[in-house]
């Protein structure tokens, strides 16, 4: 049997192409990296040289023309992810989208029915719901290790009250839609409703905990997601938090609780020059484990430590693109839920300005 090949084709070179993208996508043998459009490639980052045999594009014009494309990758700053999407949507091709996925409820709303109308897959990258210390809470919730989930917390949480004054990241330019709960709320809340679904309202706290904030943007959030079977969320990212080690997850049941410190353990990884298949990558280390504790048959609680398991890796969301498009699986995630997370956003966001807690 001859497996095809789809030609990949990425919209942009930066911090996010190099570090979250590429490793993985050359890592699934049934996608081809065919594409880069990088503006202004510089004799030190020259997409070309670094990828020979690859076409080289300046503009995203080009790309979406070249007949020859099969998926466009968007890893461009959000405010631009609209235009590009819905354009590379009507040329025919299958779109993988950075998080956060679009500005707006509508405009997610629209692309969703772009893509449906032209009969090609939309899906965002939602890569965390491949990291090994969420797979490992994952299996616990769900082989009733920790019984009726009634309290989950998850946090993002890092102390960085001052930021760098010579930070060039556009994340902190000011670019709009890219305060912290556009960043990590949409993976946060992405996890959440991928684990227990939609809540019935929601409850938000949005602002700044940088006493200089000179972009505008809000660098913290809380989100509280309540659902009616007596189970809340609590999810939450600020930049105020002098501890030795970040809480991660903290999640308690009738049963049993596990408690979780450390981020998965790739993004480190990967900014250390560590690549997919070599020995050790996605593997934490067992001073990073977590701690499930347990009620013993007298009543008492007793702890123990959880391997992490050794998770699919970020590689899973390509490998799980591939076998979508060759119609064998459902998208890794798709664009109708990435759009419910940028409704919780935009809800949260309300909340936060209107004192209130408002329905979902």
Same mark, same amino acid.
């Given at each position: ?38 503006? %202004? ?11 020979? #045999? ?28 609209? !235009? ?50 969420? /797979? ?6 769900? @082989? ?21 004054? @010579? ?7 000011? /670019? ?8 990590? #709320? ?33 660098? +913290? ?11 809340? /969320? ?44 070599? +020995?050790?990558? #996605? ?14 048959? %007298? ?30 699986? !459902? ?7 990435? +759009? ?11 909340? +936060? ?8």
């Amino acid at each position: 049997m001859v497996t095809k090949t789809w030609n990949v084709g990425l919209i942009g070179y930066g911090f996010s192409a190099k570090i979250f993208h590429l490793p993985f996508i050359q890592s699934v043998p049934e996608l081809k990296l065919y594409a880069i459009v990088q503006r %202004n490639p510089t004799p030190e980052n020259d997409a070309e040289k670094d990828h020979p #045999g690859i076409k080289s594009y300046r503009s995203a014009d080009e790309l979406v023309k070249d007949a020859n494309v099969d998926v466009i990758v968007i890893t461009t700053p959000p405010d631009g992810h609209f !235009e590009l999407t819905k354009k590379a949507l009507e040329a025919g091709k299958h779109v993988v989208v950075e998080k956060p996925f679009v500005p707006t409820y509508k405009e997610a709303e629209e692309l969703v029915a772009v893509a449906q109308k032209n009969n090609k897959l939309l899906a965002v990258y939602q890569n965390r719901r491949y990291d090994a210390d969420y /797979v490992t809470l994952s299996k616990l919730v769900k @082989n009733g290790s920790l019984g009726r989930v009634v309290e989950y917390e998850t946090h993002f949480d890092r102390h960085r009250p001052e930021i760098a004054p @010579n930070s060039t990241a556009w994340k902190l330019q000011g /670019v709009p839609y890219t305060g912290a709960i556009y960043d990590l #709320g949409a993976h946060l809340l992405d996890q959440a409703v991928h684990l227990f679904g939609l809540p019935q309202r929601i409850t938000g706290f949005v602002g700044s905990q940088r006493a200089n904030n000179p972009t505008g943007l809000e660098d +913290s959030f809380t989100a509280l997601l309540h659902y009616d079977k007596g189970l809340l /969320v609590t999810a939450k990212a600020g930049v105020v938090s002098p501890e030795e080690k970040q809480l991660r997850f903290w999640v308690r049941g009738d049963k049993g609780s596990f408690r979780k410190f450390h981020v998965d353990i790739q993004e480190e990884q990967l900014k250390a020059g560590l690549r997919p298949g070599d +020995s050790g990558y #996605g593997l934490e280390p067992s001073d990073r484990y977590g701690v499930l504790t347990t009620i013993d048959q %007298n009543g008492k609680p007793s702890a123990e430590k959880v391997p992490t398991v050794e998770g699919p890796t970020w590689v899973e969301y390509y490998r799980k693109l591939a076998r979508a498009l060759a119609g064998e699986s !459902e998208l890794p995630a798709s664009g109708y839920e990435a +759009s419910q997370v940028i409704r919780l956003i935009e809800l949260a966001r309300e909340s +936060s300005k209107s004192g209130r807690t408002l329905d979902v």
